[in-house]
């Protein structure tokens, strides 16, 4: 019997080891390159006046963002106010409530589903039930539309992370006479923290980017947000605009923005992550 | 005695608040996919009544004469998700492949995590490296490249502007990546440790054990993955706003600008003045919507169908 020669097996097996490490290779490039030209782009786009004043018109230099800043502030704190405690709530309900019950089962399907719709979608459905029928954009419909977004995310991993808790504690707790909901407050949410602080950040971190659902709900305004009751400015909308725009220094303050913006997000889902980390 | 009574009570009270509260917000998340739904079939009434089932098939899109279709928006909608997971999948197979079989954890752990930063990087921040990045460098070094090598097929034809369904795809592919890396890494660690051993028992090469064993046991979570990839890719926005160009017409060449049913949506819904138009966009809508949820059911499905063949279900 004649051995087959084995260089061609461990050739193929190089050759995709090589392919495999240049794939990630391919993916870390790119991350590089993204950040830099945003590092680059931005860094030089931002100064103490670029965060602290209006934006001037087109062709003057030297104008700020300070109301998209303030825009995209108060309304992504008011989505968390709105998103935060209904998707907490629904997730105890799905992990303390609800376990082997039909209806459980049908909101947990929903919950993921409702993950995975588009951005875009829920602020077409903001627009038809909040800007439509009183007839002007407005900061409140921005803040409800990032609240659904939120909502899902807060919902599932509330789930997943009050399953995580031991059922002894649970068990511990009921046995000791602790009535159920002080038992979940007390005791299930303390053991649970990390998780749950990590599942907020990261949905905030989410949102705070997002562009699409804002597009037909806040709009876009280059004045001081004196109340949430009309267009109000936020960042990614203006990024959206300016980008588009033909004028350089228009061009220029979308690239301080998306600096911020990303700023802003890297550094929470970075630190939620080191908090998940952490708990591990 | 009396005030133990009254202790209950309150007690009693307290548990079914909060009972009741817990429900109530699980009952507003059935709520909100519902109320979704039936509004953007209510604010589409005025296209569905006019356009029927031709809305699906026609191309035109015309607000000056009030003609509208969907045929362009999807046909760019299916192109670019095409392309972007002809791109990302191998990847993300290959990248999982690096990271769980053959990188040092030393290693693998912080690749793993830049991998993953790519998901935490919003949407405009993609289009904006897209459109002033990418784009140029696509137009002067990559297309004209691609057509002195295949200019005579039609999908390299025309003049190379760097925006247009390739790029979009690209940059889709990007966006998607670590969604289906994830999957496919944990799919990959799952696979039994005996059963890659026993492969490498054999004396078979790291490739081997791969293609045969752990390819092989995963094959289905893979599919799951590509789905979920699937769902993200075929509604995203604002990336792909910034790159694809936003012409409403059904072009053979990846150079050729398009449209998508988002990028519709972003670019045109608010200059929309007739109502006719305006529920043409949100009919638009509608078919996004009825999509995405029709892939995340089937990917949900597919994956509660995995994780019990697995054993790795809770």
Redesign the interface.
């Known amino acids: 019997m004649r051995r087959r020669p084995s260089w061609p097996r461990k050739l193929s097996d190089v050759i995709v080891k090589v392919l495999a490490a240049l794939s990630a290779l391919f993916g870390l490039v790119f991350l590089a390159w993204i950040l830099y030209v945003v590092l680059r782009h931005g860094a030089s786009a931002l100064s103490w006046k670029f965060l602290t004043t209006l934006p001037s018109p087109p062709g003057v230099g030297g104008g700020g963002l300070a109301n998209a800043i303030i825009g995209t502030a108060a309304m992504t704190l008011l989505a968390c106010v709105m998103g935060v405690p209904v998707g907490l709530m629904a997730g105890v309900y799905l992990a303390e409530f609800g376990r082997g019950n039909r209806f459980a089962t049908l909101v947990r399907f929903l919950v993921n589903v409702m993950m995975g719709i588009p951005s875009i979608i829920v602020g077409l459905f903001v627009y038809t039930i909040m800007v439509r029928p009183v007839g002007h954009f407005s900061g409140w419909a921005g803040a409800v539309s990032l609240a659904l977004l939120i909502m899902p995310v807060v919902a599932r991993t509330t789930e997943d992370m009050l399953t995580l808790v031991p059922n002894s504690l649970r068990e511990s707790a009921l046995a000791l006479g602790v009535p159920h909901w002080r038992s979940t407050v007390q005791i299930m949410f303390r053991a649970a923290k990390a998780g749950l602080l990590t599942g907020v950040l990261l949905a905030v971190a989410r949102v705070s980017g997002e562009t699409a659902p804002l597009l037909f709900t806040a709009l876009d305004s280059p004045y001081w947000p004196h109340s949430l009751n009309g267009p109000t400015g936020n960042l990614t909308v203006t990024i959206f605009n300016y980008a588009m725009s033909p004028y350089p220094n228009w061009q220029q303050a979308a690239w301080g923005a998306s600096f911020l913006i990303t700023a802003g997000v890297l550094a929470l889902t970075i630190v939620s992550r080191a908090l998940a980390r952490e708990k591990k | 005695m009396m005030r133990r009574r009254s202790h209950t009570r309150a007690?009693a009270l307290?548990?079914t608040?909060?009972?009741g509260?817990?429900?109530?917000?699980?009952?507003?998340?059935?709520v909100?996919?519902t109320?979704?739904f039936v509004?953007?079939v209510?604010?589409s009434r005025l296209s569905l009544a006019k356009f029927g089932w031709g809305f699906l098939t026609s191309a035109a899109w015309n607000p000056v004469t009030s003609d509208f279709g969907a045929a362009s928006s999807i046909f760019g909608t299916l192109v670019s998700t095409a392309i972007a997971l002809l791109i990302a999948v191998?990847?993300s197979l290959?990248?999982a492949?690096?990271?769980v079989e053959?990188?040092h954890p030393r290693i693998a752990r912080p690749?793993g995590?830049?991998?993953?930063?790519?998901a935490?990087?919003?949407?405009?921040?993609?289009?904006?490296?897209g459109?002033?990045?990418l784009a140029p460098y696509m137009a002067d070094h990559v297309q004209p490249l691609l057509q002195k090598f295949f200019g005579k097929l039609p999908l390299f034809a025309g003049p190379p502007m760097g925006i247009g369904m390739l790029s979009a795809g690209l940059v889709l592919a990007?966006m998607v990546?670590p969604f289906i890396?994830a999957v496919v890494r944990d799919i990959f660690a799952l696979v039994p440790s005996v059963m890659k051993e026993a492969g490498y028992g054999m004396g078979a090469?790291?490739?081997?054990v791969?293609r045969k064993v752990t390819l092989r046991h995963g094959m289905r979570g893979v599919l799951g993955g590509v789905f979920?990839g699937l769902?993200?890719a075929?509604?995203?926005?604002?990336a792909v706003?910034?790159v694809i160009g936003n012409d409403h017409r059904i072009a053979a060449s990846l150079f050729a600008s398009g449209n998508t049913i988002?990028s519709t949506?972003?670019n045109e819904?608010?200059e929309a003045s007739q109502p006719l138009y305006l529920s043409a966009l949100?009919e638009l809508?509608l078919i996004?919507?009825v999509i995405?949820?029709l892939?995340?059911?089937a990917?949900?499905l597919w994956l509660k169908h995995i994780s019990h063949r697995l054993g790795t279900d809770?």
């Open positions: 007690q307290a548990e608040t909060f009972h509260t817990a429900l109530t917000c699980a009952v507003l998340v059935l909100s996919m109320a979704i509004e953007l209510r604010n191998p990847l290959a990248i492949l690096f990271l053959m990188a690749v995590s830049a991998i993953e930063l790519l935490a990087i919003p949407s405009i921040i993609y289009g904006m490296w459109l002033f990045v990007l990546l890396t090469t790291t490739w081997e791969t979920l769902g993200r075929i509604g995203e926005t604002m706003t910034f988002s949506l972003a819904f608010t949100v809508g996004l919507f995405t949820f892939i995340q059911i990917a949900q809770k």
